[in-house]
């Protein structure tokens, strides 16, 4: 069996760019797989659609030929076809109530859905992800962000020159005016009210590391959330320095028994016996990029209860919030929804409880942008693909008509299997209760 493979044109955002295949892997897999490939024809596609002609692919404007189609993000309910595979990320596994209707019409039209963000390893270790580059554009947008809070403020700092990820032509372009911004800092020092500067970090993952990476362009030291509290106190710190601190579970969790340690097994199996501990720690931050996995049943972060107490003290230190987790009304609590490239930040008032678009305003900045590898559109498209590839011909040529079980599949695609012939794989079950 040889399914053709369609690439899908992406609707979901008008700044989406991304695309699950660039020419350069299509051409390598007609040639030496000899699969077939239709690319939907897109006039925002970061690749254009003579580099696919190029590499032995059609471009049509439909793709009623293909049996398999790849996407990015979710897919309209108009856009599926009876007894067809759709490989996307659905956001579905935590039952998001935004995509039951899309989930419920792929199960009446008897479709097949396999989701990127559960191809995973038996150690549940994500294979293909665009995260790294949610972190990368992340931190290049909150330091941008920092730059025009400030200067909201009134400081002028070198953050001024660093300019909104998706303006940059590529990474390589935004890490090399990051690091001249780093430079200047190390020269020249920051003001003395914006001392000591410092970034905090939630999550260990792929999301983090990006973010990470990027901040190391600027002069950073690292330091324990201990030292963090007690870094105000010190009288000798010098203008050029950043400081990071990576804060761990137990930083931001602790047990509502008085008492009673930290247990992280527990808390990933029972965090409702858990409660919030981050506040102690908020005072000290400049910039809180949260780059961490969440969900409902463990305590927020940030709340907005907090944030009201927190300005009815006057202006804190906190000056902007790297949502790049974007959960709306989730560990950020402030954090509404997630933000479009094209309309990127907001501030949160505490008092009126109310986001206004832009860098004005009395609050918190949020930077909550819900498709930041999009901001870098070919070289977060490139690094999916490379990790995609070793799968295309295995979707190229399975039979999705035999039953769940002699579908014959890589392990790690069986496992992101949700939806066979128009119904819940076993693993996935659970998601009935949401429908």
């Not at 299509?26 to 077939?36: H, Q």
């Not at 309910?77 to 419920?104: A, C, D, W």
């Not at 150690?123 to 995260?131: D, Q, T, V």
């Not at 986001?355 to 498709?371: K, Q, R, W, Y």
Request: hydrophobic letters at 35%; one cysteine or more.
């Amino acid at each position: 069996m040889n399914n053709i493979i369609g690439i899908r044109h992406e609707d979901k955002y008008v700044m989406e760019r991304r695309t699950p295949l660039t020419p350069r892997h299509i051409a390598r897999l007609i040639k030496d797989e000899k699969l077939n490939f239709i690319i939907q024809r897109s006039a925002k596609r970061v690749f254009t659609e003579k580099e696919y002609l190029d590499a032995g692919a059609r471009v049509e404007d439909t793709l009623k030929d293909c049996s398999v189609i790849l996407g990015v993000k979710e897919m309209p309910e108009s856009f599926f076809e009876p007894e067809k595979t759709y490989v996307f990320f659905s956001h579905v596994i935590k039952g998001q109530p935004y995509n039951m209707p899309m989930l419920r019409k792929m199960m009446e039209l008897k479709c097949n859905l396999i989701d990127y963000e559960r191809i995973v390893d038996e150690r549940n270790k994500r294979l293909i992800f665009f995260g790294k580059f949610a972190g990368l554009a992340g931190m290049i947008n909150s330091l941008w962000s920092l730059g025009q809070r400030l200067h909201h403020y009134g400081y002028n700092t070198p953050f001024l020159k660093i300019r909104q990820a998706c303006t940059y032509d590529s990474l390589a372009e935004a890490k090399q005016e990051i690091s001249k911004v780093g430079m200047e800092i190390a020269r020249h020092g920051l003001p003395t009210e914006l001392l000591p500067l410092t970034i905090g970090f939630t999550g260990y993952g792929n999301v983090s590391d990006g973010a990470q990476e990027i901040a190391h362009l600027l002069p950073l030291i690292e330091i324990s959330s201990a030292e963090l509290l007690k870094l105000k106190d010190r009288k000798d710190l010098p203008n050029n320095i950043i400081y990071k601190t990576i804060f761990r579970k137990d930083d931001l969790s602790k047990h509502k028994n008085p008492g009673q340690e930290f247990d992280v097994y527990e808390y990933s199996r029972h965090p409702e016996n858990y409660r919030n501990q981050f506040d102690k720690f908020i005072p000290h931050l400049t910039v809180l990029m949260n780059c961490m996995y969440w969900d409902e049943r463990f305590p927020r972060i940030v709340t907005k209860e907090y944030l009201k107490e927190l300005y009815s003290e006057g202006t804190p230190k906190l000056t902007v919030i790297g949502d790049i987790t974007c959960d709306p009304d989730g560990s950020i609590e402030c954090t509404h929804k997630g933000t479009e490239i094209e309309d990127p930040v907001f501030v949160y008032n505490p008092f009126t409880g109310q986001p206004t678009s832009g860098f004005s305003g009395e609050g918190i900045l949020v930077m909550a942008v819900d498709i930041l590898p999009s901001e870098l559109p070919r070289d977060s498209s490139m690094a999916f693909a490379d990790a995609l590839m070793p799968f295309i011909k295995s979707l190229a040529t399975a039979d999705f008509s035999k039953d769940f079980n002699d579908v014959n599949l890589p392990s790690a695609l069986k496992r992101a299997f949700i939806v066979h012939k128009g119904k819940l794989t076993p693993e996935y079950k659970y998601i009935e209760q949401y429908l």
